[in-house]
DNA sequence: GCTTGTCCTGCGGGAACCCGCAAGTCAGTG
DNA sequence: CACTGACTTGCGGGTTCCCGCAGGACAAGC
């Protein structure tokens, strides 16, 4: 049994090389990837079915690393080691993981129990693991409460990587109404409407609609930067 | 000699520890704090002259928190030490860092060596300690480069919070057509021009403008989030 | 069948935005 | 002094956005 473990910082990668080894004897050989571009090649390299890897990396970021591993692999067991349950990042692990596929999602500031005890349930006996509060992001998505739908979140995604209207409009096959209609939920979800008070303090909706999404995290950096580079094959097809 | 830790991470933080410890044999006392809200008020308690501090904290973010150390006590010898050298951050740092000031910016991948030697230089002989990296970075903003200028960050940051052009004229004290002028700089400096090509894929160039910005890492949440903060204490006087 | 709810679409208008053109201020320089 | 360059302001118009109103498609339920 192989492991790969892929984790920018030094710290923690040898802190999750140790708890591997003690939680499963079974393994005989861990290798360590300093960031998802290596861990990708490293995973292909080694036919890795068991991987426990960081989100947020700097030089490719987990999600996407994640994403084209388990495109040639999909029986790939992953945990998910993370320092945040950002919806953001809840989110996009939801969007890529495969039918059927099992993985994990635990918080770096759990105790290494829970993390051995997650390693072990996740990779020997296929069942998947995600911390409570992660799984609470989660619901709240899907949940009546002010979480926001999938078309919602598509759009949203659209209008923070700056197009307009139309522009969304042609990409999704939709009216230009259409497209303003969903803004609209956007807005009344995300709550940005004008205090229908005075003059004074009023937003540009569309950017103020981004400008909560990041604060709220249900959008961030590495999102959007998915959802440019998505833009750009889908451009120069 | 006494040195507060403000670092959330666990295992970064007792590796802080070891690491004060063994460079400063006449440091007698080390005190930990987990964010930024309790290292304020730690700081306070001790009145601490020495801190070493992370900047990205769930509570309370090292900028903001540095912020009111230093404006309760403009001597203290603060040592960042962050993962990153993302242009938001380091110009969030020198915006607050006071007159006179001593501190110091490392980045985590560093080597246990420059730590040690950049607490020593910081904190004995209050001398600044600029990683190379992170100083690019900070000549990059000043420089004739894609840099933005002061004004031009400022713009940014009240268009990133969603506000309007009219809006930001009155905070400013400016006039509507200033502020426009300053928002076109700002999408030359951005490059966030239509490809005058055809019609298909066009910009909405306020929205696109902060996608790009937070792509380069000129602007990141937590910057957004300060400039809310500040926004609304100027709101509700 | 009728109703009710949800989603998509068109029309139209008022506001905000993007931006070229032009004129004015103010500093620094020859 | 005139001249250049950087910054500010006003005007005007073309475009995009925000959004109310109204109609149509489709499914679920009394």
Same mark, same amino acid.
């Given at each position: 049994m192989k492991v790969l473990i892929i984790e920018d910082d030094a710290l923690h990668r040898s802190y999750l090389n140790e708890a591997v080894r003690s939680a499963l004897p079974e393994c005989d050989a861990v290798t360590e990837s300093e960031n998802g571009r290596l861990g990708e090649v490293e995973a292909r390299k080694l036919r890795a079915e068991f991987v426990v890897m960081d989100?947020?990396?700097?030089?490719?970021n987990g999600i996407e690393a994640a994403r084209t591993i388990w495109r040639e692999r999909p029986d790939t067991k992953i945990l998910f080691w993370s320092n945040y349950s950002d919806e953001a990042y809840v989110r996009g692990v939801s969007r890529i993981v495969p039918e059927g596929a099992t993985y994990g999602y635990v918080l770096k500031s759990t105790s290494e129990e829970r993390l051995k005890l997650a390693l072990r349930s996740v990779f020997l006996e296929s069942q998947c693991v995600i911390d409570r509060e992660v799984r609470g992001i989660q619901q709240k998505g899907m949940g009546s409460g002010h979480g926001l739908s999938d078309a919602e979140y598509e759009i949203l995604v659209d209008v923070a990587l700056g197009l307009t209207d139309k522009t969304i409009a042609s990409r999704k096959k939709l009216s230009l109404r259409t497209v303003q209609n969903r803004l609209q939920q956007l807005y009344e979800k995300l709550e940005v +409407?004008?205090?229908?008070?005075?003059?004074?303090?009023? +937003?540009?909706l569309r950017t103020r609609a981004v400008a909560v999404a990041l604060m709220r995290r249900v959008l961030n950096a590495s999102a959007v930067e998915r959802a440019e580079r998505d833009l750009q094959d889908d451009a120069g097809y």
């Amino acid at each position: 049994m192989k492991v790969l473990i892929i984790e920018d910082d030094a710290l923690h990668r040898s802190y999750l090389n140790e708890a591997v080894r003690s939680a499963l004897p079974e393994c005989d050989a861990v290798t360590e990837s300093e960031n998802g571009r290596l861990g990708e090649v490293e995973a292909r390299k080694l036919r890795a079915e068991f991987v426990v890897m960081d989100l947020q990396m700097n030089e490719r970021n987990g999600i996407e690393a994640a994403r084209t591993i388990w495109r040639e692999r999909p029986d790939t067991k992953i945990l998910f080691w993370s320092n945040y349950s950002d919806e953001a990042y809840v989110r996009g692990v939801s969007r890529i993981v495969p039918e059927g596929a099992t993985y994990g999602y635990v918080l770096k500031s759990t105790s290494e129990e829970r993390l051995k005890l997650a390693l072990r349930s996740v990779f020997l006996e296929s069942q998947c693991v995600i911390d409570r509060e992660v799984r609470g992001i989660q619901q709240k998505g899907m949940g009546s409460g002010h979480g926001l739908s999938d078309a919602e979140y598509e759009i949203l995604v659209d209008v923070a990587l700056g197009l307009t209207d139309k522009t969304i409009a042609s990409r999704k096959k939709l009216s230009l109404r259409t497209v303003q209609n969903r803004l609209q939920q956007l807005y009344e979800k995300l709550e940005v +409407y004008q205090e229908d008070g005075d003059d004074e303090s009023r +937003y540009n909706l569309r950017t103020r609609a981004v400008a909560v999404a990041l604060m709220r995290r249900v959008l961030n950096a590495s999102a959007v930067e998915r959802a440019e580079r998505d833009l750009q094959d889908d451009a120069g097809y």
